[in-house]
């Protein structure tokens, strides 16, 4: 496209100016005649970039020029650079140059040092190839159709309108208009059937999100937790927040927050074994309980009782 190539010509000549019209165009893989046209255009533009013929001519940039950066702090631009690197790392985009050329805008050394995986342990190349297809109908406002198996182990098919990737507790979830369903429905990456997945030909009008999906607040209702522990305290004082930490008269932690008590919470909670006491609610202790029970006959019994 020829607003990304501008751009372009741009960052080199901030790099290093002047370079040949031969040396940009080998660079953007284009004819020198196309590099004069863009040239052009962005000396309409009022870019101060001008060619000079003869030895040690070329296309150049106004000594002292730089874009205007004093609409974003030093804070803002770290930020930006730090999101570049993090859309990258997710696959959000595939120009893995982006980030370095920001980085010569701003003048900004040492832009590589953010390094984010987001994958799971063993992710088969699949689903990134899901992942790519489910930020493309985003991106490109088309819906999506795949097989979907639910936490029931109940495969269904499905043609969505993907609105917004979600990031939360260890997984990624898409959430959507579902056709079948008429309604906004949450699913998760991991989910979708491999092989599965088209990407329609149409596109779609994107739907004003509901509150709790736009602002990404947690789909399901929050719970006052109250939970004590009696041991990790390293552990304890690692994965909560330190505001909701306190030390009991007995030595105890004692730690209290509202979050939801989803499945992968509870799990999480369940590591914490023998050290962990909950307090509040008594449907998650009675949760526990049961699980270790159950446990404990596993354990017993041997897997094929």
Known sequence: MQSQRLFEIVFLLMERSPRTTGELAERLEVSTRTVRRDVEALSAAGVPVYTTRGRGGGVRLMDGYVLDRSLVTDADQAEILAGLATLRQTGATDDEGLAERMARLFRCENADWLDIDFSFWGAPPAHRRTFDLVRRAIVERRPLTFRYCDSCERTTRRTVEPAKLVYKERSWYVRAWCRERADWRTFKVIRMEEGSLELGEDTFEPRPLPPDLADSRPTGREERLVLLFSGDEGRVREEFDPAAIERLGDGRLRVEL????????????????????????????????????????????????
């Open 258 to 305: 509202h979050a939801e008590p989803t499945e992968r919470a509870r799990r999480h909670l369940l590591s914490f074994g023998a050290s962990l006491y909950v307090e509040e609610p008594a449907h998650l202790r009675a949760w526990l309980r049961n699980e270790a029970a159950a446990l404990v006959r596993r354990c017993e019994e041997g897997w094929q009782k």
